[in-house]
C-alpha cells in the first residue's frame, strides 16, 4: 500500500534542540525549588513522560500548570538557539510536492511543540500536531501515531514515523507504521530490528516511495 503521511518527531529530528530544551528544564527547576540540574541529567529524565513528569521527578511534587508556564517561558526565552536541520524544509516540500501529508508526534507537550514549530517556520507546512500531554501512554506506546493518524484521516499501515531515538522506531512498529530512523539526529540511536535509515532529510522521499 502507498504510504500517504508521514509523521515526524520533532526534537532530534525536525529541529536540533540540544542547546534549548535542557537548559529551559534546568533553569525553570532551578526557578521552582532551587536545584540545579546539567543537561545530562535533563535528558536522562526524558524518559519521565511530557513536561509535568518531567518537572515533579526534580522538584519532588505534583506539577501545576504555573509550573508548566514556567517552563515555557524559560523555553521562549531560549528558541533563538534552536536550528531547523539542514535539509528539513526542503524535503517537507517534495514530500508535499508528492501528495503526502505531514504530521508531528512529539514527547513535547503541544503548547511547546507548536511554540518551537513556529519559530523555526515549519507551522504552515504541518497539517496536524500531536504532543505527549494529549496521550494516554508515551512512547513507545502507539497511541500518539493513533492520534496523528486520526486527524489525518489515514490509516497507520500508510504513514511513516520518522525519528532520531529507538523509541521512535518502537513506537512506529507498535502502531503498524514505517519506521524511518533519522540519522542527523543529535540523539541519533537505532537497532536491529526492521526500519529504514535516513541519513539526511533529502533521503525521505525516496525512501517513503520504496516503503510504498
Keep these: 500500500m502507498p504510504i500517504e503521511a508521514v509523521i515526524f518527531d520533532l526534537d532530534g529530528t525536525l ?8 537548559a529551559a ?33 526534580f522538584t519532588g511534587r505534583l506539577s501545576a500548570c504555573s509550573d508548566v508556564d514556567c517552563w515555557l517561558r ?20 517534495s514530500l508535499r510536492a508528492a501528495g503526502k501529508r505531514l504530521a508531528v ?16 517556520g515549519l507551522d504552515d507546512a504541518i497539517d496536524a500536531v500531536v504532543g505527549s500531554d494529549e496521550i494516554a501512554f508515551v512512547k513507545p506506546a502507539p497511541d500518539g501515531i493513533f492520534l496523528a493518524c486520526d486527524r489525518l484521516g489515514v490509516d497507520p499501515g500508510r504513514v511513516a ?4 531515538a ?3 522506531l518502537r513506537c512506529a512498529r507498535a502502531a503498524g507504521a ?34 510504498a
Design 15 to 22: 529541529v536540533d534542540s540540544g542547546a534549548t530544551v535542557p
Design 25 to 57: 528544564y534546568a533553569a525553570a527547576i532551578e526557578e521552582l525549588c532551587g536545584r540545579r540540574c546539567t543537561d545530562e541529567e535533563i535528558i536522562a529524565a526524558y524518559s519521565a513522560g511530557p513536561a509535568p513528569a518531567l518537572i515533579s521527578r
Design 74 to 93: 524559560h523555553l521562549e526565552a531560549r528558541l533563538a538557539l534552536t536550528r531547523v536541520y539542514p535539509g528539513v524544509r526542503e524535503a517537507g516540500s
Design 105 to 120: 508526534f512529539t514527547g513535547a507537550i503541544r503548547r511547546a511543540a507548536e511554540m518551537q514549530l513556529r519559530h523555526a
Design 161 to 164: 514515523y520518522v525519528g532520531d
Design 166 to 168: 529507538l523509541n521512535d
Design 178 to 211: 514505517v519506521p524511518i530512523a533519522a540519522a542527523w539526529g543529535h540523539l541519533f540511536e537505532s537497532d536491529d530490528e526492521p526500519h529504514l535509515t535516513a541519513l539526511t532529510p533529502h533521503d525521505l522521499l525516496p525512501l517513503v516511495g520504496r516503503a
